[in-house]
């Protein structure tokens, strides 16, 4: 008589090859020991969705392929049927040469993986492929007639990080989804920029997940129009503020506050202290400890952390933020024959006193200088930013905080909240065109478009194409995801993108009885939730242990063949999610999961 086990294992034999079964997928789970708070990073490890390789560099196991794989599919279905994009796969490597072309090479060379070849050739693996795909337009297309142009590509990106962290959110070889387009005026190319900002909502709309546009600053990549999208955390990196009162979302790089005319006492100034990359200038930011509003009469209290360093950088590019504290490295700037130091900058914020700004005009004088620290030399070009910008606008150095008022409607209050960046779409016009010379030849103006005319009505006009790049981060979705969604029992999936959208969960004595179950499923459906993935569990597993690895691994939907299935050939569903957990009939079980995963 065959023992239990072999048996089971023979009905398990049986089983159609065609139906999905975790015994032949590979997962890792397990084996790593959980920490006192478990970030959602550590649940893809522990869940055995991928594995740390490197330093930030991530291999993707099996489970997250498929996660992976769903983002991607999902992204490309957009790109081409919402803009009918073609996709293209550029190489990974470029050339310093092209960089340099475009001006970009030294701006953020310490970011990037650079080599020589064997006959001493300059490259880099590519961050971003601007260049590239310029490049490849340019020889490629000469006339008007060829625009508009959409290339989009989905591949690995590389970029040495300083500080890897947070796994899939900020590692030094990562996925994108790119999308390149390529226009031949400015009225057109913002039709086109408005057209992608509409397909990047539908596909956050199709994750379910509440994505934030925010207009945000261009930064090294050019131009002067982009928005940002972010998903709301507490454990992302950037700010984004947005009101109450109207559709004002902007990151907080070049946000702004409406004026509130605020008092501080001449005894309620502390100074933040900052240097320069090249240790040649030392900034001073006097800004107010304490202050009152007018009209309320609220007390209002501010502290170095308070400090808005983009508003700094505006004014001091070279402005090294990583530096917290300057008093030390700029008395070593002033010592010694290779003395740095050059410069003092004072900035001013606008609730200061103006006879506090006015008593430091002119003069090199450090009050409020750590008596520890030398001063360093009195010998300083000395430059002073008032309170008030080149614009006539209050110098506002302190950080918005929830609650300030909206610079955009009359009586919005806004809101300050942490968020992941999922990803980002630029205007460029021809930031890339113009130096990597991809122009185009237009028709004379008085000729037709479909037969242009270089006679007497006039000659053909050469531009520069106008040009968008717009990238999503598709390792980013994942880990942004993941950490958006986790809770103390796993991870949460969206249907969209879930490694699968509904595990049967079963004693391994119910194997045939899954197996129905699986079909019923199937059937019933009739094709209508074409994102149903179904999955059967039949590892050689307690149920107990099934029903926990479940939910680490996130699976939307679980259907249990338990107790009750023996009992009354009922099976219980459960949506950690939504917090449901019930027990129904064979017949309703279908359309159970349908109406779940249409949440979901």
């Not at 993707?60 to 994009?85: C, F, I, N, T, Y």
């Not at 490259?123 to 625009?147: F, G």
């Not at 205007?427 to 000729?447: D, E, F, M, Q, V």
Request: aromatic fraction near 6%.
């Amino acid at each position: 008589m065959l023992s239990s086990t072999v048996a089971s294992r023979s009905v398990k034999i049986m089983l159609p090859r065609s139906i999905p079964r975790l015994s032949k997928v590979w997962i890792p789970s397990g084996g790593f020991a959980v920490p006192g708070i478990e970030d959602a990073h550590s649940k893809l490890v522990r869940a055995g969705f991928l594995r740390q390789s490197h330093a930030g560099i991530f291999h993707m196991l099996p489970l997250g392929k498929r996660v992976q794989d769903k983002v991607e599919r999902l992204v490309a279905k957009h790109m081409e049927e919402s803009l009918a994009a073609s996709r293209v796969s550029l190489s990974s490597i470029s050339s310093e040469a092209l960089w340099e072309r475009s001006g970009r090479l030294q701006n953020i060379a310490p970011e990037l993986f650079r080599f020589p070849d064997r006959k001493g050739g300059a490259y880099l693996l590519s961050p971003t492929h601007e260049e590239e795909i310029t490049n490849l337009v340019a020889q490629t297309v000469r006339s008007y007639k060829d625009l508009p142009l959409r290339l989009y590509q989905i591949t690995r990106k590389f970029r040495d990080e300083l500080r890897p962290r947070h796994g899939l959110l900020r590692g030094r070889e990562f996925t994108m989804k790119d999308l390149y387009t390529f226009d031949t005026d400015l009225t057109s190319a913002l039709d086109t920029y408005e057209k992608v900002r509409a397909a990047y909502s539908r596909i956050f709309n199709d994750m379910k997940l509440p994505v934030l546009a925010a207009k945000a600053s261009s930064g090294d990549m050019g131009g002067d129009l982009s928005h940002e999208y972010h998903l709301p955390s507490p454990f992302g990196e950037d700010s984004v503020i947005t009101c109450e009162s109207c559709d004002y979302t902007i990151n907080e790089e070049i946000a702004t506050t409406k004026t509130v005319h605020e008092i501080c006492q001449p005894d309620h100034v502390g100074v933040w202290r900052a240097i320069t990359k090249d240790r040649s200038t030392l900034v001073n930011v006097w800004y107010p400890t304490r202050t009152i509003r007018m009209g309320t009469g609220q007390v209002r209290q501010y502290t170095n952390s308070d400090i808005n360093i983009y508003a700094i950088k505006h004014l001091v590019p070279d402005l090294d933020a990583a530096v917290s504290d300057a008093t030390e490295l700029w008395a070593a700037a002033t010592e010694g024959p290779d003395a740095t130091a050059k410069r003092l900058v004072n900035l001013f914020d606008s609730r200061l006193p103006p006879s506090f700004s006015d008593s430091l005009e002119g003069t090199a004088s450090l009050p409020m200088w750590p008596q520890t620290v030398k001063t360093g030399a009195s010998t300083l070009d000395v430059q002073c930013h008032g309170s008030s910008t080149s614009g006539g606008q209050p110098s506002n150095f302190i950080r918005i905080r929830t609650g300030d008022n909206c610079p955009q409607c009359s009586s919005g209050i806004l809101n300050v909240q942490k968020a992941m960046e999922l990803g980002h779409t630029f205007h460029l016009g021809t930031r890339y065109s113009h130096p990597l010379s991809a122009k185009i030849s237009l028709p004379p103006p008085n000729s037709s478009e479909a037969k242009p005319s270089t006679g007497d009505s006039g000659t053909s006009k050469i531009v520069s194409m106008q040009m968008g790049c717009h990238g999503i981060g598709i390792s980013r979705v994942i880990g942004a995801v993941a950490e958006h969604l986790a809770d103390d029992k796993g991870l949460n999936w969206p249907v969209a993108i879930a490694p699968y959208t509904c595990i049967v969960v079963f004693a391994e004595d119910n194997y045939d009885d899954a197996v129905e179950v699986y079909k019923r499923i199937l059937s019933d459906s009739g094709g209508q939730d074409e994102r149903l993935d179904i999955v059967l569990d039949d590892r050689h597993k307690s149920l107990p242990w099934k029903l926990k690895d479940a939910d680490l691994i996130g699976a939307p939907v679980i259907v249990v063949l338990g107790r009750e299935w023996r009992m009354t050939r009922r099976v219980e569903v459960q949506c950690r999610r939504l917090n449901i957990k019930d027990i129904i009939d064979m017949d309703t079980l279908p359309s159970l999961i349908a109406a779940l995963h249409s949440r979901l």
